[in-house]
């Protein structure tokens, strides 16, 4: 995928979720530090850990979220 197609689809992924079509209550954390930007996500209702992703665009930082079961079986490690 090209650095365009990235961007383009990690935009649409977060809009999506903050319009609510993928889900009914989450927390999103979105943060930039010294260039490098952070991804949190969570679903309170479920429980568990959030899912974190990091790089040095929003889409890297998006696209590097583990899937919530990844964060899962680390913690139980």
Known sequence: ????????TAESQAIELLRGE????????????????????????????????EGKSFAEAWHD???WWWADAQSST
């Open 65 to 67: 979220i583990k899937p």
């Open 1 to 8: 995928m090209s650095p365009e197609e990235l961007e383009q």
């Open 22 to 53: 993928d889900a009914k209550a989450f927390d999103l954390r979105i943060s930039l530090r010294h260039g490098h930007w952070f991804v949190s996500l969570s679903t309170p209702d479920l429980g568990g850990l959030p899912v974190e992703g």
